[in-house]
């Protein structure tokens, strides 16, 4: 059998390729690497503007999609024109619907300072309108001849009355005419009762005629009262009209292109001459207790100030927002309250921009597994993309035991490129439960793990080392340090023609190297300080094996390195711990009788046993009934089992040691326990490449170093797998110097001639094995299991016919009956 010498285990990177001393002589490195499917996907995603184009980028963590996604986009970005400003202003016909307006860039802050200095300009000039010796002229005409009207009247029925011998006096209840005599006293009511009945009567009537008149008189009187009023309100406009009326003439001037903002500044106009009071200076009011202080209430103009949503002024290109913590009101924006007097309050001035507001126009980057997490976040950024509009809404609204009043300010036009970063686990899961998700991100954006280990991208590695150390001021590498760089990017992916794309990581090994280096003093990195940052991170992680590994050698955990042993061959899996990996040797063993059980897999009926490795011991009973039950059925009873096994057992790369372990039960040839079994098999006997072979191989290897290498241990692999050898330099040592082997098979029965000694054995023209195989002593065995399997059931046969034929004399003795006893019990028949 071939065995594979050290050249196949390990790819080297040839430093000749490396055209530099050290990285500091590198360029900075240019776009991402490896990743061409991925850029060209984001660059189409980012080109079109049709509906539901959005990007979703998916891949592991560690590949650079974030770090990606952000070079691209802040290039992109500039690319485009900047985007809007936008306000919200009080909307004076319905006060709970904030009006939004959009501005060109920078003019929103403008806008609003406009309005703040035309505030506070007129709180000191309509107060000094009013406190102007014209206004005070004017105002005092218009009292004075409405006064001199009032007089004018009165004093005219004054004079009438009096000379009909009555008097105005006023009462409680208003003024009233009253006879009087002669002297100018009221005639009381005794007098006028003693008085003959013409006279009274005569004095009635013109006490009503006069009274008629006087409620005429009071009645032009109150009308011409609202009309002082209406002429002193009409001078009050007139005048503060001239201080408030050019100073909104240069705002609308100003901002004349815009037609809200016209119609809002109308309305500003009209709500101020209504409110001139606001303006006007306050009298203090006394306090009605001396002791008490009342508290001064100043009046409001939140309502003509601008509240400023969105600014971008100095802004260059579209923006580009990555929301880290994308919770509803983070992206959607909010309404906020203050308390006054124990009640929250708020207005227009207090609604905040949320992420979409202020990625509005240009790019929104968010994590997938963030906004899943965040209740009501997702749902409502569908809809908005949907809708193409962003409503700032009190989402606990609907969840309240009691309804409140709050704002609904306008919803404001969205134009923005949604793009996710999540898991290939999360996209999947989107793209099968949520229809609606599949018409809003239609670009996949997949990158990959890992990529092909060429000249060129071998190249990029080092420029990448060489940014990592440019950035994060970390010693320089020499080639030999750059070529393990490499090499380790070969280990990740376990493949000898890939490397790794898993970028962090690597990263995470440039800075532990340069470490390690500066601790040895060095001031160059080079490859033994790349090796010790391997092992050391290695020694952080690998208690857990370590401990095993010591059990293994205490006998605790059986598992024999030397021998032979029928039914029993060495078998390897890998346990992933999450952050580390390792290679734990396990013994499988078989057992066989008589019987037709079959093959009974032992983890499946204690239910340890997953879905895959029940398939593979399928596959396996039938590859045994296609090699052996040729011309005639093969009856057997087996059981196969992961001995010391405490856990779940899944996958098929034990596939290939089961079927040894089975056939040595069955042929009783021993297999050697110096060798260790990793491969999957199909049912034509094909051996199948699996996962994790440098870990098996290491973690064998480990245990045999452990009790001693002595040049007969190895391992038997998968030839497909050996292109995915990047083992550790000791074990490649090892191979070279003879003292360990790794022999790597396509069929089933090459790892069976290794591990027995025997030839397998190739099926004749008469349908038989030759004789001094292995598989002929299997068919040899599975006959005689056969012939007593048949010879058992024909003693059962012939035991079950005695028991169901009575012997002869009992066959030939009848009961007699008579003719009457015949018809007595046909009779009670009927």
């Known amino acids: 059998m071939k065995r594979l010498n050290r050249d196949d285990l390990y790819r080297c990177c040839d430093e000749a390729v490396l055209q530099f001393e050290t990285t500091e002589e590198l360029p900075q490195l240019e776009g991402t690497i490896g990743q061409a499917r991925a850029l060209d996907a984001i660059t189409f995603g980012l080109s079109l503007d049709s509906s539901g184009f959005n990007i979703f980028v998916l891949g592991e963590n560690g590949t650079g999609k974030m770090s990606t996604i952000k070079e691209i986009l802040r290039k992109e970005s500039l690319l485009r024109s900047v985007p809007l400003d936008w306000c919200y202003v009080y909307n004076f016909r319905d006060p709970d619907e904030p009006t939004a307006i959009s501005l060109e860039p920078g003019r929103a802050v403008g806008f609003q300072k406009d309005m703040e200095e035309l505030v506070k300009t007129l709180r000191v000039e309509i107060p000094k309108v009013f406190e ?24 005219g029925l004054e004079n009438e009355a009096q000379a009909k011998g009555f008097s105005i006096r006023k009462t409680v209840t208003g003024l009233m005419i009253v006879p009087v005599k002669k002297n100018g006293e009221p005639l009381t009511e005794e007098e006028f009762e003693g008085l003959d009945v013409d006279t009274k009567k005569k004095i009635e009537e013109i006490g009503k005629s006069l009274q008629e008149k006087l409620d005429d008189v009071v009645r032009t009187v109150r009308d011409g009262e609202k009309v002082l009023k209406e002429q002193l309100l009409k001078l009050e406009r007139e005048a503060a009209l001239g201080a408030v009326g050019h100073l909104i003439e240069d705002i609308r001037k100003k901002h004349g292109e815009y037609e809200k903002i016209i119609g809002y500044l109308e309305n500003v106009q009209e709500d101020m001459l209504e409110h001139l009071d606001d303006f006007k200076q306050a009298e203090e009011q006394a306090p009605p207790l001396p002791f008490m202080k009342m508290q001064k209430t100043e009046p409001t103009f939140t309502r003509y100030m601008v509240n400023v949503l969105v600014n971008n002024k100095g802004q260059t290109g579209a923006p580009c927002v990555f929301e880290r913590n994308p919770t509803y009101y983070n992206l959607f924006g909010r309404i906020e309250h203050k308390f006054q007097y124990g009640v929250a309050v708020t207005d ?105 280990r060429t000249e060129a991208n071998i190249q990029k590695y080092a420029l990448f080392v060489a940014d990592v150390c440019r950035v994060e001021k970390l010693l320089p590498f020499d080639r030999s340090g750059v070529a393990k760089i490499v090499e380790y990017g070969s280990r990740l992916t376990a493949h000898q023609e890939k490397l790794s794309s898993k970028f962090s990581e690597i990263a995470n090994l440039v800075r532990e190297a340069a470490y390690w280096a500066k601790a040895a003093g060095s001031g160059i990195v080079k490859s033994e300080h790349i090796e010790t940052a391997i092992d050391k991170k290695i ?15 205490e006998g605790t955990l059986i598992v024999d390195t030397s021998g032979e042993k029928v039914g029993q061959v060495n078998g390897l899996a890998v346990l992933d711990l999450g952050d580390y990996g390792f290679g734990k040797p396990s013994r499988i063993t078989a ?63 034990a596939t290939c040691a089961e079927y040894y372990a ?57 030839a497909k797998n050996v292109k ?101 019990a046909h009779h009670e028949t009927q």
């Open 539 to 553: 020694y952080r992680s690998n208690r857990i094996e370590e401990r095993l590994r010591e059990m293994m050698r």
């Open 591 to 653: 057992s066989t009788h008589t019987g037709k059980a079959g093959v009974v897999n032992i983890e499946r009926e204690t239910k340890m046993s997953g879905k895959i490795h029940e398939k593979a011991i399928l596959i396996l009973t039938n590859y045994l009934g296609s090699k052996y039950a040729i011309k005639k059925p093969i009856s057997l009873s087996a059981s196969i089992t992961f001995e010391q096994l405490y856990d779940m057992v899944e996958g098929d790369s």
């Open 132 to 155: 102007s010796k014209e206004y005070e002229k004017q105002k005092s005409k218009i009292v004075e001849e409405f006064q001199k009207r009032q007089r004018d009247m009165f004093s």
């Open 724 to 824: 995915n050898l990047m083992l550790k330099r000791e074990v490649v040592d090892a191979v070279g110097e003879g003292k360990f082997s790794i022999y790597p098979i396509d069929t089933v029965e090459e790892g069976l001639e290794i591990l027995t000694g025997m030839p397998a054995g190739a099926l004749g023209k008469d349908e038989t094995y030759p004789e001094g195989s292995v598989h002929y002593l299997v068919m040899k065995r599975l006959t005689e299991i056969s012939d007593a399997m048949k010879e058992k059931k024909e003693e059962k046969d012939e035991a079950r016919k005695k028991e169901e034929d009575p012997p002869e004399k009992m066959k030939t003795q009848k009961p007699k009956r008579s003719r009457k006893s015949l018809r007595g």
């Open 348 to 452: 227009f001035s207090m609604i905040k921009a949320g992420s979409l507001h202020r990625a509005n126009g240009g790019y929104l980057v968010i994590d997938a597994l963030d906004l899943l997490r965040n209740l009501f976040a997702y749902d409502a950024l569908k809809r908005a993309i949907r809708n193409k509009e962003i409503r700032i809404e009190d989402v606990w609204e609907q969840y309240r035991l009691v309804s409140t009043t709050s704002l609904k300010p306008d919803g404001i036009p969205l134009d923005v490129k949604v793009v996710l970063v999540g898991s290939p686990y999360l996209y999947y899961l989107l793209y099968g439960l949520d229809e609606e998700y599949r018409e809003l991100f239609k670009v996949k954006a997949d990158f990959d793990s890992w990529m092909d």
């Open 662 to 718: 089975l056939t040595s039960s069955i042929s009783g040839v021993p297999l050697k326990q110096n060798f260790a079994v990793t491969g999957s098999m199909d049912q034509t006997g094909a051996v199948q490449p699996i996962g994790g072979v440098n870990e098996k191989v290491e973690g064998f290897f480990e245990l045999c170093k452990l009790r001693g290498l002595d040049g007969t241990h190895g391992v038997i692999i998968p």
